[in-house]
C-alpha cells in the first residue's frame, strides 16, 4: 500500500515537472524539501498529528514553504496532509527524487572492493559503467569489504555484477563438487 501511494503522489508531482518543463527545478526544490524535513523531524510529526486541527497544518504548510517552493510542491504537501498521508511523505519524495534521477539518466552505483580503490581506478570504474550504459552520469558510493579477497562487487538498482575472488572461488567450487570422478 505504501509503494502504492508514494507512486501516486510522486507520479503526479513528476508529470506536471514534465509538462510544465520544470524537472531540474522540481527537482532540486523536492531534494531541498526532504534535507529539511529530515532535519526537523518535528515538522513531519507535526504535519502527521492526529490531535492537530487540519486548518493548522495547511496554515503552517503555506508559512513555511509558499514562496519559497514552486506552487505545485507546496500543493502536493496541502493534498498530502488533508488527505492524511504525511506519514508517507519522505517515501513520496524519495520516489519523485528516483524517478525524476532515472528520467535524466543518473545512474546511482554502489562499488565494493576487497581494498581501497585509488581515484584513478574510481574515474575508469566510471567511464565504463557510462560507455556500457545509457546513464549519463553516476552517483557513486564505494565501500571496502576484505572478505571479498579481490576484485570489485557493483550494484547499479537491481543489478549486481559480481567480480570478486570470493564469488570466483565459490563459482569454482560448485563446479567441481558436481564433477563426478569415475
Known sequence: MAK?????????L?????????????????????????????????????????????????????GRTADEVVGLLRIVVTKGRSSELMNILDYFIA?????KKIGIASVVSAAELSDMQKSKIVEKLLSSTSYKEFEMSYGVDPSLIGGIVIRIGDRVVDGSVRNKIATLKKELSGIQLA
Open 4 to 12: 502504492l501511494i508514494s507512486k501516486t503522489y510522486g507520479d503526479a
Open 99 to 103: 524517478k525524476t534521477k532515472e528520467f
Open 14 to 66: 513528476f508529470d506536471i515537472a514534465v509538462e510544465k518543463g520544470k524537472t531540474d527545478v522540481f527537482f532540486e526544490e523536492v531534494k531541498g524539501l526532504k534535507q529539511v524535513l529530515t532535519e526537523n523531524p518535528e515538522l513531519l510529526k507535526f504535519l502527521g498529528h492526529p490531535d492537530i486541527e487540519l486548518s493548522e497544518k495547511i496554515s503552517v504548510v503555506e508559512n513555511v514553504f509558499h
